[in-house]
Nanobody, 123 residues
Framework: QVQLVESGGGLVQAGGSLRLSCAAS????????MAWFRQAPGKERAFVAA????????YYEDSVKARFTISRDNAKNSVYLQMNSLKPEDTAVYYCAASLRGTYYSPTSYDSWGQGTQVTVSS
């Protein structure tokens, strides 16, 4: 099992930037596919971005593709989400997820989750 802890959320004005971090512990010697999801109030958890175990492949939801960047540092067992040009509609709890047993954009494909970090973008 892998334990995940997110950090870096907060309150930012529209157009600003935030960098989320996710630290993994436990079975981090496995080649983990990592992802970020988000959940806004009253909505289902939605895919944001994903990265392969070696960083060679990245995937993004269309609305964040030009603004967000996912990266990882396997030496630190960490994955990051750099979020630029933030919009009020980006407001959500952001979750880090690990492992992959199916399609990268489906929450059911991941069996390890962090507790989430709140991102609030004011207009």
């Amino acid at each position: 099992q892998v334990q995940l802890v997110e950090s870096g959320g907060g309150l930012v004005q529209a157009g600003g930037s935030l960098r989320l971090s996710c630290a993994a512990s436990g079975r981090t010697n496995s080649r983990l596919f990592m992802a970020w999801f988000r959940q806004a109030p009253g909505k289902e958890r939605a895919f944001v971005a994903a990265i392969s175990w070696n960083g060679g492949a990245t995937y993004y939801e269309d609305s964040v593709k030009a603004r967000f960047t996912i990266s990882r540092d396997n030496a630190k067992n960490s994955v990051y989400l750099q979020m630029n040009s933030l919009k009020p509609e980006d407001t959500a709890v952001y979750y880090c997820a690990a492992s992959l047993r199916g399609t990268y954009y489906s929450p059911t494909s991941y069996d390890s989750w962090g507790q989430g970090t709140q991102v609030t973008v004011s207009s």
